[in-house]
């Protein structure tokens, strides 16, 4: 049996930028119990709120974000 977990947008962003959050771990033990589900149109949001100016100062470069983008 598969275990599909759903995960929103906001709790991406906070596991792409916070290594010791809850959602960080949260992504994980979901990504270790099964697979992470995500609809495309949160992924569009995804990039849309990682690409947005205001997060520059959380990410070296745009290759960084693209990495975190990828994992997912």
Do not use: H, Q
């Not at 947008?9 to 809850?22: D, G, V």
């Not at 990682?50 to 693209?66: I, Q, T």
């Amino acid at each position: 049996m598969n275990n599909f977990f759903v995960i929103d947008t906001n709790n991406l962003i906070s596991a792409s930028l916070i290594p010791t959050s809850t959602s960080r771990k949260a992504l994980e033990k979901a990504m270790t119990l099964g697979k992470v589900a995500i609809a495309p149109n949160t992924l569009d949001e995804l990039l849309d709120v990682m690409f947005r100016k205001k997060l520059d100062k959380y990410f070296a470069d745009n290759n960084e974000r693209l990495i975190i983008v990828n994992i997912l």
